[in-house]
């Protein structure tokens, strides 16, 4: 079983999600983050300490975020090197007056 760590705002956060996660959790500690004890915290953070093999319980993984980051930077990169090479310019060009006389040579 792996062990994970998860925080939720409220007391109340965590019993919703407990009591669907239902029996495929084993809890190991409840914290209050702020005061760090582990008497039943009644108000702010709850940290909650467990034990799962369901993948779906297991927060996410930094290779996810990381995966977001790359991507992120990516568009970004992208739309620099468009505005820098001219592709996103919106203005119309402007029309060239055509020379229709030529001029007249004095002799």
């Not at 994970?4 to 983050?33: C, H, P």
């Not at 927060?59 to 090197?81: C, K, Q, S, Y």
């Not at 505005?83 to 996103?88: I, K, Q």
């Amino acid at each position: 079983m792996n062990t994970y760590k998860m925080q939720f705002s409220t007391l109340d956060d965590y019993e919703a999600w407990a009591s669907d996660a239902g029996e495929r959790i084993d809890v190991i500690d409840i914290r209050n983050s702020s005061a760090g004890s582990s008497a039943r915290p009644r108000k702010g953070n709850v940290v909650v300490k467990y034990r799962t093999d369901d993948r779906d319980l297991s927060p996410e993984t930094r290779n996810t975020m990381l995966g977001l980051r790359v991507a992120v930077a990516l568009v970004m990169f992208a739309l620099i090197l468009a505005v820098a090479t001219g592709a996103l310019n919106t203005t119309a060009p402007q029309a060239h007056l055509l020379k229709l006389d030529a001029p007249s040579s004095s002799n």
